[in-house]
């Protein structure tokens, strides 16, 4: 498998894990099932539909900034496709791109694992710092699997090089033991999440503390929006058939998306019956 780490050449974030990217030289990963190169693009990471066509690889891991209105010191994971018709952020409308849940799961959980580990060795300033999986949002489109690991939410943190260093490490890590052919199946540990905030909490959750592997995520603000195509996308690019639910901060619509599951063939779970507390 070829696997495409994109920098955008003007992104502060990304230019600051490549920098850590080639102290470490991803050329030393002893994983013979992949390819790893790093791509340094000029268009901006969000408006870099069809990058699949122009980067002969079978996955894109965008390594970029997080911004955010409340300025949240963040490392993130997510998912990338548009619910709406709202393509000011790039990506096409109503259109989802395939992901893979392994991979999100296992960065995630790598990244809170490196975080505790630097701090105790004396980083201290990643200490500040929140892990969290986020919703599926913004673009660019494409037809490979791809997915954003991002640090937020300011210059401040985009340049700071303890940051930058524990995605570079979190990446070699994970990628290190990635095995294309048994982490890319449909699993029943694959799940989709629908509920909660854009910071998924309950994905979090079930990224921490059950085996579940989390794809596509549509937040309750996305719940009036979601129709059978949808969710036949959230499903099928995420490798999974199970949907999870935020129960509690869905809204009445819920029961509208869950009589659409249930038709479709797919299966529903509650979170809080996924947690002993």
């Known amino acids: 498998?070829?696997?495409?780490?994109?920098?955008?050449?003007k992104d502060l974030a990304g230019l600051n894990i490549k920098s850590h990217l080639d102290k470490l030289d991803l050329s030393k990963i002893k994983n013979n099932k992949i390819n790893i190169k790093i791509h340094t693009i000029e268009t901006q990471h969000i408006l870099a539909d069809n990058l699949d066509k122009e980067i002969d690889a079978d996955l894109f891991i965008f390594?970029?900034?997080?911004k955010s209105t409340a300025n949240k010191k963040t490392l993130c994971v997510h998912p990338i496709g548009i619910y709406n018709d709202d393509v000011s952020l790039g990506g096409k409308a109503h259109s989802l791109v395939p992901t893979n849940p392994w991979l999100i799961k296992n960065l995630f959980l790598e990244m809170k694992n490196l975080k505790q580990k630097f701090v105790n060795e004396g980083h201290t300033i990643l200490d500040e710092f929140e892990v969290s999986i986020e919703q599926t949002h913004h673009g660019p489109y494409l037809e490979k699997p791809a997915l954003f690991i991002e640090i937020g939410s300011t210059e401040e943190e985009w340049t700071t090089k303890e940051a930058g260093n524990l995605i570079a490490n979190t990446l070699f890590n994970v990628l290190s033991v990635f095995d294309p052919k048994e982490n890319t199946i449909n699993s029943a540990n694959n799940a989709c999440v629908i509920g909660g905030g854009h910071y998924s909490q309950v994905?979090?959750?079930l990224l921490e503390?059950?085996?579940y592997c989390?794809?596509?995520i549509a937040s309750k603000y996305y719940i009036e929006v979601l129709d059978e195509n949808l969710l036949k996308q959230m499903a099928e690019k995420s490798n999974s058939d199970l949907f999870i639910f935020d129960w509690k901060s869905s809204g009445s619509g819920k029961h509208r998306v869950v009589e659409l599951i249930e038709k479709l063939g797919f299966r529903w779970k509650k979170s809080k019956d996924l947690f002993n507390n």
């Open 1 to 9: 498998m070829n696997i495409a780490i994109i920098v955008y050449n």
């Open 63 to 66: 390594t970029t900034t997080h």
């Open 203 to 205: 994905g979090n959750k």
């Open 209 to 211: 503390r059950t085996d």
């Open 214 to 216: 989390i794809g596509h």
